[in-house]
């Protein structure tokens, strides 16, 4: 059974930087595709940022130059580096895996984290 686990949301100013985490367990991390994706009230889930079993990475515009997606392999870990945020990331946060595949905006992974909440609000 894969488990992943979220950490590291909370409320944080404008501007401030946050780092969340998703610990993987149950499976063989390394051949995963990895993502975080993001879902605002009354709003879609959306990919943010996606990395591959290699490490090639993708982001949204919307994030791009302001976010961070990487991985540590020896801890079964994704980790998501947010600087220069903004009041419109206000979203549930959460970690998607797709086995031998990456999370794109249209095809995610079947495994999913319970998300974490990152709120920017002075």
């Known amino acids: 059974q894969v488990q992943l686990v979220e950490s590291g949301g909370g409320l944080v100013q404008p501007g401030g930087s946050l780092r969340l985490s998703c610990a993987v367990s149950g499976s063989i991390f390394s051949i995963y595709g990895m993502g975080w994706y993001r879902q605002a009230p009354g709003k879609q889930r959306e990919l943010v940022a996606a990395?591959?079993?290699?490490?090639?990475?993708n982001y949204a515009d919307s994030v791009e130059g302001r976010f961070t997606i990487s991985r540590d392999n020896a801890k079964n870990t994704v980790y998501l580096q947010m600087n220069s945020l903004k009041p419109e990331d206000t979203a549930v946060y959460y970690c998607?895996?797709?086995?031998?595949?990456?999370?794109?905006?249209?095809?995610?992974?079947?495994?999913w984290g319970q998300g974490t909440q990152v709120t920017v609000s002075s």
């Open positions: 990395i591959t079993s290699g490490g090639s990475t």
């Open positions: 998607n895996a797709a086995p031998l595949g990456v999370p794109t905006s249209r095809v995610r992974g079947p495994y």
